[in-house]
């Protein structure tokens, strides 16, 4: 309860002198999903990279891996990975590429391992997706990641003034682009659930800098002899509270279904767990400071001379 009521009530810590720290940790991020993205790439999902992907239980308790991969190499398959997932070692997670990699390679390669696996193992997922078809999905999933950017962009542009709007940006593709890069890190599935995730993403980030530079903006108008760096360090104190217990609870949705989900969510889980902690991380730690680049209230008086309705 004590952890609580420290939460709830009024913070006043200096966020702004961790800054330096705060970006050492930020590049060191950027720095190796760039390492990892160069050097690995990515482990493109079925949807992406066409192929079957299966989910199978053992109805008779943990299974040896080595000995199904040897079963199944019998049928030459292009590309064979077969993981072992959960807790009780009896469930597998089997992805393979038929060699002409056609719709048809592709059925009749399910049929195939169907038959040697045989009736001690329940089959829960079974997909297939051609090479044509996973190179449009990948395609669209790009573009539907540029489209979201560009008109999160477009609202933070004309919600602020361009200031604020450069911290708001730079803090959603910062955590963006770190997500993708854990994604390649921890070779994780990019398949269009974790675009999903990566979207879903993107729109917590941003509303949580948005609720954060209101604060600003409205201090700024309230306090108008507070020091700016003081004032910063106010405005994230104000709404601390609410980041803290915010954050608390949408990780414990997301940490159940990490754990609980199962192989077909755990990407998904895996980028809304840890985007959620890099997206609180950068509300504080990338958006404010960098407005602390510029004098504030020098823009606030120029914006009110433009425009003497303020924005809306």
């Known amino acids: 309860m004590k952890i609580f009521s420290w939460i ?3 913070t006043k810590i200096d966020f702004l002198k961790w800054r330096k720290i705060g970006y050492a940790i930020s590049l060191l991020l950027i720095a190796a999903s760039i390492a990892s993205i160069t050097l690995k790439g990515f482990n493109y999902g079925i949807d992406f990279s066409g192929g079957v992907a299966m989910d199978v239980r053992s109805k008779s308790g943990p299974v040896n891996v080595e000995k199904v991969r040897s079963d199944l190499s019998v049928l030459g ?4 990975n077969i993981q072992s997932v959960g807790h009780d070692n009896d469930q597998l997670l089997i992805r393979a590429q038929a060699n002409n990699a056609d719709e048809e390679s592709q059925r009749i390669a399910v049929n ?3 038959e040697i696996l045989g009736k001690d193992f329940t089959f829960e997922r079974v997909e297939s997706v051609g090479p044509q078809v996973g190179d449009e999905l990948k395609l669209s999933g790009i573009l539907a990641c540029i489209f979201a950017c560009i008109a999160i962009s477009l609202y933070v542009w004309i ?3 361009w200031r604020f709007a450069i911290g708001a940006l730079l803090s959603l593709f910062h955590d963006v682009f770190i997500i993708v890069g854990l994604l390649s890190i921890f070779h994780l599935d990019l398949s269009l659930t974790t675009i999903a995730a990566i979207l879903t993403l993107a729109g917590y980030s941003i509303n949580d800098t948005v609720v954060t530079y209101d604060r600003i903006r409205e201090n700024l108008q309230k306090f108008k002899k507070m020091p700016q760096y003081d004032l910063l360090n106010k405005s994230i104190n104000d709404i601390f509270s ?9 990780l414990l949705a997301s940490l159940a279904l990490l754990i609980f989900g ?3 969510l755990y990407s998904f889980a895996f980028v809304i767990t840890v985007g959620v902690i890099i997206g609180t991380f950068s509300s504080i730690y ?3 400071p960098i407005l602390n680049w510029f004098d504030l209230r020098k823009a606030a008086q ?6 003497p309705f303020g924005n809306v």
């Open 262 to 264: 199962g192989a077909a």
């Open 286 to 288: 990338v958006a404010v």
């Open 242 to 250: 609410r980041t803290i217990l915010t954050s608390l609870t949408t």
């Open 8 to 10: 709830i009530k009024d």
């Open 112 to 114: 195939k391992i169907q």
């Open 302 to 307: 120029e914006e009110e001379n433009i425009n």
């Open 159 to 161: 919600r602020f003034e």
């Open 77 to 80: 398959l292009d590309e064979l």
